[in-house]
């Protein structure tokens, strides 16, 4: 008999696992509060950043928080009322930057970075979307030799461990990308970061699939997760039960609603995002690029030029501030002087992040049946098809290709 399994939430992450599922022999069901692809994975950078794996929480980071913070234009913005909930969350945020910390968070996120193309192009395959990846990498750009330098630690970090990289100068940069300022001092190709031609069609495509192999995908709040023998219950608001042998609770920042009634509060914390998607940019790009300096990207993708990036601590409730968008379209036109800004839209996103950086990817340390993948951060989509080839292989019994005590909720 086949084993029934309840994936909850829609997103990349929850749809590549349900497919991924469906594909092995389960009767999935995918289950949403909305329409799937519209969280995080609607505006997200539909960057594939295989080599974004260095801890964000270190000594030379926490140097320039107090300025982020009280620059109205920096990357990391946190509201004043926000501030007293986010406690305990910097507290692990700074114990995770302990240097024999730093160590075993980049060797954990490497293990993950290393298998991200192999993993995501034969889902691409699968789902008859293989052209939605694109064979450019991505340029970060430095626009003085100090930027280059306050980087070098991400960049020799990618040299350890292998990731390909090459340095560039002058001539060099705007000959792959003549858009680019000649402000621009230095530039970093990173060949295998690539990026998605349009990640909300691509979410789209794989919940298509992922019906057409006999999956079920519902629209509705659930309200919590009960354990029983044998499996596990999802409860809906009014009260309807899906019975399931397995349940995967990859729905973003609200994971933790349902963690904390199941007795395992986990510190899962959204970092809102913004972005601005550009129709008429004045401008065409080969690759993305990524300002370090400036934490924000510009990518080529869904029929126009998205610009996005930042971090915003302001909770689930608050209302956007999109001048955090307008700051970000500012930035980019410094890089990229003949962008315009011509028929836009823009958008607000909440990136579920914990303080060490590392997803959750992990069975459930009190409630047999219930499985965990979120808190992925910036790379839900970078990490999506592994993440779903890993949950798979711990369910089905096949040993994972890596090892997975550093993605355990028993790490909390």
């Known amino acids: 008999m086949s084993k029934t399994t309840v994936v909850v939430g829609a997103g990349i992450v929850g749809a590549a696992i349900a497919f991924e599922l469906q594909r092995r022999g389960r009767q999935v069901t995918l289950i949403d509060r909305d329409q799937p ?43 004043p009322s926000y501030a007293p909930k986010m406690t305990s969350w910097f507290l692990r945020f700074i114990l995770a930057g302990r240097p024999s910390r730093v160590a ?13 193309l192999d993993d ?3 889902m691409l395959e699968a789902i008859g979307a293989r052209d939605m990846l ?13 930027e280059f330098v306050a980087d070098r630690d991400h960049i020799t970090l990618m040299g350890n461990y292998g990731f390909a990289h090459q340095v560039l100068t002058g001539k060099a940069i ?3 990308e003549p858009a680019l300022s000649p402000h621009i001092a230095k530039a970093v190709l990173l060949p295998a970061n690539r990026s998605i031609r349009d990640p909300y069609q691509l979410v789209l495509t794989l919940v298509d699939a992922f019906r057409q192999a006999g999956g079920i995908v519902l629209s509705g709040e659930v309200e919590r997760v009960e354990g029983r023998s044998g499996g596990a219950d999802v409860v809906l608001a009014g009260g309807t039960r899906l019975a399931a042998s397995d349940v995967i609770l990859a729905a973003g920042v609200r994971t933790r609603f349902f963690a904390a009634r199941l007795g395992e509060p986990i510190p899962l914390e959204t970092e809102r995002g913004y972005h601005t998607q550009i129709m008429a940019p004045g401008i065409s790009m080969r690759h993305s690029i990524i300002w370090p300096e400036r934490a924000f990207m510009v990518t080529p993708t869904a029929g126009g030029i998205r610009v996005g990036g930042n971090v915003e601590l302001a909770g689930l409730d608050a209302a956007p501030d999109y001048r955090r968008a307008r700051i970000l379209v500012r930035h980019a036109q410094r890089a990229l002087p003949g962008l315009k800004a011509e028929e836009t839209s823009e958008w607000m996103g909440h990136r579920p992040a914990f303080p060490d950086t590392l997803p959750i990817i992990s069975a459930s340390s009190r409630v047999p049946g219930v499985w965990y993948a979120t808190g992925h951060g910036h790379l839900g989509l970078t990490y999506s098809a592994t993440t779903a080839r890993l949950i798979a292989d711990m369910m089905t019994g096949a040993p994972p290709p890596v090892d997975m005590k550093p993605y355990s909720i028993t790490r909390f």
């Open 104 to 116: 075993a968070i980049e060797a954990a996120g490497a293990s993950l970075c290393a298998r991200v």
């Open 174 to 176: 705007r000959d792959l």
């Open 134 to 146: 694109t064979d450019e990498g991505c340029l970060a750009i430095y626009e003085t030799e100090a």
């Open 120 to 122: 995501l192009k034969p």
């Open 37 to 79: 692809g519209l969280g995080a994975s609607f505006g997200n950078m539909a960057s594939i950043a295989v080599s974004e794996f260095m801890a964000v929480s270190r000594p030379a980071t926490w140097k320039k928080i107090p300025r982020w913070l009280l620059d109205p234009e920096g990357p990391v913005w946190l509201r």
